[in-house]
């Protein structure tokens, strides 16, 4: 079972900058798509950010252009680098890992950082 772990989250005025971090406990080299899930107050959790295992991005319309993902598999870290952030962007940020086993995907989640911009 694959344990993530974010850091990074906090307080940012609009325009701010922060970088997320999400630790595994296990090397990523052998997981598939890692990513970012964001979940604002009274909405459900939505996709921001993937990326495959070769390192190839996927970026939600909202955050594109302005959020980066990478992957460092000697450090098992996934980031999320984050720029020009607007109020809209406060959410509890979420990690994800897809394990695929022989019995199929599983899905593994962080328990949040939570990210908050004051206009």
């Known amino acids: 079972q694959v344990q993530l772990v974010e850091s990074g989250g906090g307080l940012v005025q609009a325009g701010g900058s922060l970088r997320l971090s999400c630790a595994a406990s296990e090397t990523i080299a052998s997981i598939g798509v890692m990513g970012w899930y964001r979940q604002a107050p009274g909405k459900v959790r939505e996709f921001v950010a993937t990326i495959s295992r070769g390192g190839s991005p996927t970026y939600s319309n909202s955050v594109k252009g302005r959020f980066t993902i990478s992957r460092d598999n000697a450090k098992d870290t996934v980031y999320l680098q984050m720029i020009t952030l607007k109020p809209e962007d406060t959410a509890v940020y979420y990690c994800?890992?897809?394990?695929?086993?022989?019995?199929?995907?599983?899905?593994?989640w962080g328990q949040g950082t939570q990210v908050t911009v004051s206009s």
């Open positions: 994800s890992a897809v394990v695929v086993t022989s019995t199929g995907p599983n899905t593994y």
